[in-house]
């Protein structure tokens, strides 16, 4: 009998949205009436169809499949030039950031590649991890036993927490102990809190003086509406010698459902030996991806770099317009009840404090049971988490509006 991976045994009973399905489901077969009236505004998958230039091109590229002469087998396992040049040059070249074509790596989505990072970093490295957190950055660490057992409170031993309060307006500074790797999302899932300049400069400068490794979480960077907040770690001078950055095209151009992303892995960043010889991460991360994986396919790709055509662009610019004019309306509707409303300005979330003391799982309860609407349970991405609740902006327009009208009701 094979031995198994007991770092799978130290995971809390559940994962969040599991647990929020167990929840619904239960609810929904008690209540069949109130059930018909469930609006869903818990996990952040989109909702509406993909931009027609994607689809488009997509269709296209299978039709190349059906021909011989254009027929493509295994493609590049980092990612077809074509799209990786798309990325460099439109996403990180046009806004002055010198970022090599060979430095994109294609992935079916920056979830998957927040995980396999660690296939290349050491089991020793001391971690921290904002708290509110997405919980894919703990668990991935816990599964590849870089932690502890789970504390009572939710947490695990050996990871350093960093607090995100209203206090510091969910943007943590860096800790006064050293630590090597460093987890951050601007903007952030779950808070919709952003980064400034001077606070990301700031996570830049520990992380030289520390020799430390920053993972920068980019996936909602098409959302940010303020001229002044970075949408790239790599604006911030330096970081290309300590970060790596990871993005998605599951909230621009609704590829949750197709899959594709990318990790952006300077050649300039490093990392170091137990004899404290340092080395470039990105020959180990080319070789992660030559021996364990075949990249997207190729009508993906392709629907991918439609995203950057004109007629792409101007689609995905009307998507995020969509979600962004949703969370506006629900938070006016969340504040219209009485509620304390955070985020929803340069991302698709809306951060909302728990009344009357209540805990978040009770405030699940009790919207689910009076609102009929699932949203989901601050605690749920952390202790600090604890007294607060998630709401998504990923629906559409009529769900938005009712939603916001039962929260008006709370008050």
């Known amino acids: ?27 929904c077969e008690e209540n069949p009436e109130a059930a018909k009236r469930l609006i869903r505004c818990g996990i952040g998958d989109v909702t509406e169809p993909l931009p027609r230039a994607a689809i488009d091109a997509m269709k296209a590229a299978v039709e190349e499949l059906g021909d011989r002469a254009t027929f493509r087998g295994y493609g590049p396992e980092q990612g077809y030039e074509f799209l990786r ?25 920056s979830k998957c590649d927040c995980g396999y990072i660690l296939d290349i970093l050491g089991a020793q490295n001391r971690v921290a991890i904002t708290d509110p957190v997405y919980p894919v950055y703990v668990d991935t660490n816990v599964m590849a036993g870089h932690t502890g057992t789970a504390r009572a409170n939710g947490g695990y031993e050996g ?22 790797l460093v987890y951050l999302c601007f903007p952030n899932n779950p808070t919709g809190a952003v980064a400034t300049r001077e606070q990301l400069s700031g996570w830049v400068e520990y992380a030289r003086a520390h020799d430390a490794l920053l ?64 080395l470039p991460l990105h020959p180990l991360w080319h070789r992660r991806w030559s021996t364990k994986a075949n990249s997207v396919s190729y009508p993906v790709q392709r629907g991918a770099e439609a995203l950057y055509s004109t007629e792409g662009g101007a689609q995905v610019s009307r ?13 006016e509707g969340a504040r219209a009840g009485g509620l304390a409303v955070y985020g929803g300005r340069n991302a698709p979330y809306i951060w909302v404090k728990t009344p009357e003391n209540l805990g978040s799982w009770q405030m699940f309860d009790r919207m689910l049971r009076e ?12 202790s600090k988490g604890e007294g607060y609740f998630r709401i998504s902006a990923f629906n559409s327009r009529e769900n938005a ?10 008050s």
């Open 319 to 331: 998507l995020v317009e969509h979600y962004m004019q949703n969370a506006r309306i629900l938070s």
């Open 1 to 27: 009998m094979a031995f198994l991976n007991e770092n799978y045994l130290k995971l809390q009973a559940g994962y969040l949205f599991p647990e929020i399905g167990r929840r619904v489901r239960q609810f």
């Open 159 to 180: 990871i350093v927490y960093l607090p995100c309060t209203a206090e510091n307006n969910f943007v943590p500074e860096p800790p006064q102990a050293h630590v090597d």
């Open 85 to 109: 040049e798309k990325i460099a040059q439109h996403d990180y070249r046009d806004r002055g950031i010198d970022v090599a074509d060979d430095e994109i790596f294609v992935s079916d989505g």
């Open 401 to 410: 509006e009712e939603v916001a009208r039962r929260l008006a009701t709370l």
């Open 371 to 382: 609102l009929n609407v699932v949203v989901t349970p601050g605690s749920g991405f952390g």
């Open 215 to 278: 993972l920068f979480d980019a996936a909602y960077e098409a959302y940010i509406s303020e001229a002044e907040i970075p949408h790239s770690i790599f604006e911030v001078p330096g970081a290309e010698e300590c970060a790596v950055e990871f993005r998605s095209f599951s909230k621009t151009g609704g590829f949750t459902g197709v899959r594709c992303g990318f990790t952006v892995m300077r050649k300039q960043t490093l990392g170091k030996t137990e004899e404290g010889k340092k």
